[in-house]
């Protein structure tokens, strides 16, 4: 059988079994989809008995660092050393991690975005799964490795956080059972939700506090606007890193559908979260401006006058919901 043939799961399965060393990679800024797809990998793999390091761009954020195995991922802009395959979750394109020198070795690809290019040797791509860390749970499956506490505990992670907490589109029944399998795996919800959830610092806090104050809402009373700049974040005693998870708050208010966070970069430069609700695919909107994601949760990084970029996003985002009051009136 070539490599071009057969499922791409079995694909992997066979592409790791003949090899040793490994570097895996995600996202840069990566959430806990990519931290926990990428450990759950990464012990499956030592207990093959494989050589692996884990290489991220940027950190994982605060609360994830009390997870197994999170204090041993190298941060770093290149890959050191040479490997034999580098398996990448959670990223539409290879550039997204923000890491060089991964295409030196045989790429796998494991994602579960719309609109994943396909950069891999091995490409897998599912957009049914509610988290990349559904995938990796088969793919452990699929290696025979059994389910750690700690494989366990990081596709739990991956999949309560890419789901919002089992708020978004895309839980099927089969996000339960692999849930459940995790919980009979020795997993306490409890304990993961306390502490992805509830052990920040009270410069966060106060740094949800001082940006949703300046909130905003656009015309129609549906679209909440907000932004952050670093001057914002140092005088609530935060920083960027602490604003993880502010995007969804404006959605628990009944009448928002959508959100738009802008988030300063430098100068004329900015980061933008989406979030919607339902069937408004913001999706389309991250992806008409050069980015990309889900439906419900996408991002895009823009240039030019905040007041500009404002109303054209906006603007968007106000179409996308006309779309959606379209499709369900006919
Ligand atoms: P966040 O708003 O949390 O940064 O991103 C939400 C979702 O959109 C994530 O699933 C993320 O992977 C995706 N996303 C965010 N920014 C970009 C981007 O610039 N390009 C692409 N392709 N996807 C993005
Ligand atoms: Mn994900």
Not at 43 to 63: C, E, F, Q, T, W
Not at 166 to 177: A, D, K, N, V, W
């Amino acid at each position: 059988m070539t490599q071009n043939s057969g499922a791409p799961i079995d694909r992997i399965v066979d592409a790791i079994r003949s090899r040793q060393r490994f570097v895996l990679s995600s996202h840069s800024r990566p959430d806990g989809d990519s931290i926990g797809s990428q450990l759950a990998m990464a012990y499956a793999l030592h207990a093959l008995g494989k050589d692996v390091s884990i290489v991220n761009k940027d950190r994982a954020p605060g609360p994830m660092q009390q997870f197994p195995g999170v204090d041993g991922i190298v941060i770093a802009d290149e890959v050191a050393g040479e490997f034999e395959a580098a398996i990448i979750m959670e990223c539409s394109d290879l550039a997204r991690t923000g890491v060089k020198g991964l295409d030196r070795s045989f790429v796998i690809n494991i994602d579960h975005h719309p609109g994943n290019t396909g950069f891999g040797d091995i490409n897998w791509f599912d957009s049914s799964a509610s988290a990349c860390g559904e995938m990796v749970f088969d793919l452990v499956r699929a290696l025979g490795v059994p389910m750690s506490g700690e494989i366990a505990t990081h596709v739990y992670l991956a999949i309560l956080t890419d789901t919002g907490s089992f708020h978004y589109s895309g839980i099927t029944p089969r996000t339960f059972e692999i849930c459940k399998e995790t919980l009979e795996a020795g997993v306490d919800p409890v304990q993961v939700a306390r502490t992805v959830y509830d052990s920040n610092h009270m410069g966060r806090l106060k740094l949800f506090g001082s940006v949703l104050s300046a909130m905003q809402i656009d015309r129609t009373g549906h679209i909440a606007i907000v932004y952050v700049d670093y001057a914002m974040a140092r005088a609530a005693g935060g920083t960027y890193e602490d604003t993880e998870g502010l995007v969804n708050l404006p959605l628990t208010v009944k009448e928002i559908e959508a959100v738009v966070f802008f988030k300063q970069e430098k100068d004329d430069e900015y980061r933008v979260s989406l979030r919607s609700k339902g069937e408004i695919d913001i999706g389309a909107v991250a992806k008409s401006f050069g980015g990309g994601g889900h439906k419900n949760a996408a991002g895009c990084t823009v240039r030019g006058p905040i007041e500009d970029l404002r109303r054209e996003i906006v603007e968007k985002v106000e179409r996308a919901i006309e779309d959606r009051d379209t499709r369900e009136s006919t």
